[in-house]
C-alpha cells in the first residue's frame, strides 16, 4: 500500500531534550515536505527536500533540522524542544513538477502530535 | 504574498442539504489549486487538483470548480460521511510549497 508513515503518533517531552520524528514513503517520490498545523495558523512548512541531500527552509524554520540522506526517509529533528513547538506534526511526499510546470499532489502521513513542557 | 481564504469557517447541513464551499485565492502564476480533505486527529486526504479557470472535476458527491480568483467546492445531497474539514491550497510557479487556507469545517447531520 502506498503511503507516508510517522513515528511517533505521539509525543510529550520536555524542554531542551532532544528528539527526532522519523518519516518514510514508500511511493518513490522525490519531494518531501514537513508542516506544522496549529489552530488559527493553518498547515505551514518547515522544510521540505527535493531529492536526497537536497534541503531547503520553509516559512517556519527556526529550531528545526532535517536531513535526507536516503530517498524515502525525511526525519525532523527538533535539538533543543520548546513550548512554541507544541504542534501537530505532518510529513508530506510527492512526485517533482511534471514537465510543463504542473505540480503533482502531496500524499501526507497520518501525523505526529508533539507537546513539550 | 500569496493568500488562501476559506469561507465559511463552519458549515452545519441536515443529510442531503447540498451546499459550496469557497475558497479565494492571490497567487501569481497559480500551478495548481488543491482540495483535501482531514477527518480529526488524521493527516489531508487528497481529493483535486484544478490547475486552469474553467476546470472542473467531480468525485462522488463533491465536485470541484475553478476561476481566476476562486475555486468552489461544490457538495450535492451530503451524507454523514463527509463531515470532515475540507483545506485548500496553491502552488504557484517557482515556488516549492503549498500555501493552505484555514479550512471549513463541514458537518452534516442525519
Known amino acids: 500500500e502506498a503511503q507516508v508513515t510517522q513515528n511517533p503518533r505521539y509525543l510529550i517531552t520536555v524542554t531542551g531534550k532532544k528528539l527526532t520524528v522519523t518519516c518514510s514513503q514508500n511511493m518513490n517520490h522525490e519531494y518531501m515536505s514537513w508542516y506544522r498545523q496549529d489552530p488559527g495558523l493553518g498547515l505551514r512548512q518547515i522544510y521540505y527536500s527535493m531529492n536526497v541531500e537536497v534541503t531547503d527552509k520553509g516559512d517556519v524554520p527556526e529550531g528545526y533540522k532535517v536531513s535526507r540522506k536516503e530517498k524515502r526517509n525525511f526525519p525532523l529533528i527538533l535539538e533543543s524542544p520548546s513550548p512554541n513547538q507544541t504542534s501537530l506534526y505532518f510529513c508530506a511526499s510527492s512526485l517533482i513538477p511534471l514537465a510543463g510546470g504542473r505540480y503533482n499532489e502531496q500524499f501526507f502521513g497520518p501525523g505526529t502530535r508533539l507537546t513539550v513542557l | 504574498e500569496d493568500q488562501v481564504t476559506q469561507s465559511p469557517e463552519a458549515l452545519r447541513l441536515q443529510e442531503g442539504e447540498s451546499s459550496s464551499l469557497n475558497c479565494s485565492y492571490t497567487?501569481?502564476?497559480?500551478?495548481?489549486l488543491f482540495w483535501y480533505r482531514q477527518d480529526p486527529g488524521k493527516g489531508p486526504e487528497f481529493l483535486f487538483t484544478l490547475y486552469s479557470a474553467g476546470e472542473e472535476k467531480e468525485k462522488e458527491r463533491l465536485k470541484a470548480t475553478l476561476t481566476k480568483k476562486e475555486s468552489f467546492l461544490h457538495i450535492t445531497a451530503p451524507k454523514p460521511e463527509d463531515s470532515a474539514t475540507y483545506l485548500c491550497a496553491v502552488k504557484r510557479a517557482g515556488a516549492q510549497k503549498l500555501v493552505f487556507g484555514q479550512g471549513t469545517r463541514l458537518t452534516i447531520n442525519p
Open positions: 497567487v501569481s502564476g497559480l500551478r495548481g
